[in-house]
């Protein structure tokens, strides 16, 4: 495959030879979307074959987005397999940018830099999979988002980790954000939250703090049980909550328990969450768990049969987390081999670890996690907080919820003797790590290799 037309500019190109450049720019471009989806498909979508080169000089490729979601999804799982596809088929050292076709629609997505949570493309109302099991959930976020502040405020999500109270979070903002161009929204994470709060009372600037959320058109705040034995937070966000709730302004909150469950909570917010509405999202049924794996497999421009998908769904029943990690083994074989997804393959990919599971302990994965990280058990079950021991900690923890069939109470217990809570924190921030940093999912399947022989 020949380079980009070194004349290349998507727009603006006159005559007969600029349309040879832009059709042989198209081609080589289609191209280079076709081997990231080889390369990375477990992070590829559908929706890669509206991205355009908006476009190409000086060894920098200008990849056109269509809004800054999809540009910012990009910019955080998919900048190595594009540089590298680009440099495949060009034969050339290409840099890569992603940016937004059009400016329409500015800030569209809250950006990541500023503390935010990036909103992302995948989790919409449209691709949010309703069963049973999180039905009124689903229902009520979708009321939120069409009225604020005035159908269910607070409304309070709650759900073990992993059924998709993130998703129905990022697809309320998305949803307001759409229906209220100008809205203001704030969106971050209970720990986030507590930070910023810390750094505005070492700065001075916590003027600027209250001004920045106490007066937004909703604020959502995710995995709120970590407010728990935090007094000055729980203070901050006390007056935070009344000044939004008195000026009728949207609360959404998330927790793993109910309000009344979370630990060392002050009763003053456990009633004030009770004020609006509380529900519990719960794991998805045998059909709902189909459907999830036919609904994320089109996303990603895939074909699953229905006896694959059957298949991953009885194998595969704790969360819809635990789901997209099996559909992504699959990708993955699929990318390495050029084969379709078989029930076969299927089994091959997944069933290894049935026969493991059973006979692996957490004693095995502490000591391969010790090894690998040059760390001591006594380290991983101390109160140390350091970077160089939590996250190794946190590891054995997710290895363990996935390698063995322990309850987050006895996990915990092995480690230190943590509650159920930390556990599922820990589950839950290498999962995501694992799904969006490539040297992190690398240790992960060293790991998992070692502690399976």
């Not at 050292?93 to 830099?113: C, H, W």
């Not at 728990?228 to 939004?244: C, G, K, M, V």
């Not at 009770?274 to 189909?290: C, F, I, M, N, Q």
């Amino acid at each position: 495959m020949s380079s980009f037309p070194t004349e290349f500019i998507s727009v603006g190109s006159k005559g007969n030879k600029g349309e040879n450049l832009a059709q042989d720019a198209r081609e080589i471009f289609e191209a280079i979307i076709e081997r990231v989806k080889v390369l990375d498909p477990a992070n590829s979508r559908k929706w890669f074959d509206n991205l355009t080169a908006k476009h190409f000089s000086g060894g920098l490729l200008d990849i056109g987005c269509p809004d800054s979601e999809s540009a910012g999804f990009l910019q955080d799982n998919c900048m190595g397999s594009f540089t590298r596809a680009s440099q495949q088929i060009t034969n050339h050292l290409i840099s890569i940018k992603f940016s937004v076709s059009s400016q329409t629609r500015q800030d569209i997505s809250l950006p990541k830099e500023t503390g935010q949570m990036r909103l992302h493309p995948d989790y919409t109302f449209d691709s949010f999979v309703v069963g049973p099991g999180n039905r009124l959930a689903h229902a009520s976020c979708v009321a939120v988002s069409k009225s604020l502040g005035t159908t269910y405020n607070p409304l309070f999500i709650h759900g073990s980790v992993g059924l998709g109270k993130t998703h129905l979070l990022h697809a309320i903002c998305k949803e307001t954000r759409n229906s209220i161009q100008d809205a203001k929204i704030q969106f971050l994470s209970c720990e986030e939250f507590v930070n910023r709060f810390i750094s505005a009372i070492e700065h001075g600037s916590l003027t600027e703090f209250k001004s920045l959320y106490r007066t937004v058109d909703l604020l959502v705040i995710d995995d709120v049980q970590f407010l728990r034995e935090r007094e000055q937070s729980q203070e901050e966000f006390f007056h935070t909550f009344n000044a939004l709730y008195d000026n009728r302004r949207q609360i959404v909150l998330s927790a793993d328990s109910a309000p009344g469950e979370i630990p060392s909570l002050p009763e003053r917010l456990v009633s004030r969450f009770k004020w609006g509405l509380v529900v519990r999202v719960d794991a998805p049924s045998y059909e709902t768990r189909v459907a999830i794996i036919q609904k994320k497999a089109a996303m990603r421009g895939m074909e699953v049969s229905d006896e694959v998908a059957e298949y991953i769904a009885l194998k595969v029943k704790a969360n819809i987390r635990e789901l997209e990690g099996a559909m992504t083994t699959l990708y993955a074989m699929a990318g390495a081999t050029g084969q379709d997804l078989s029930l076969e393959s299927a089994k091959k990919a997944l069933g290894e670890k049935e026969t493991t599971d059973r006979n692996i302990t957490i004693t095995d994965i502490i000591k391969a996690v010790t090894a690998y990280y040059d760390v001591r058990p006594a380290d991983l079950q101390s109160k140390k907080r350091s970077q160089s021991i939590a996250m190794p900690r946190q590891v054995c923890m997710y290895l363990a919820r996935s390698l063995t069939n322990h309850s987050l109470e006895e996990i915990g217990g092995h480690l230190g003797g943590r509650d159920h809570t930390t556990v599922m924190h820990a589950c839950g921030k290498i999962g995501e790590l694992e799904q969006n940093d490539q040297k992190v999912q690398s240790q992960l399947a060293e790991l998992t290799k070692k502690i399976a022989k």
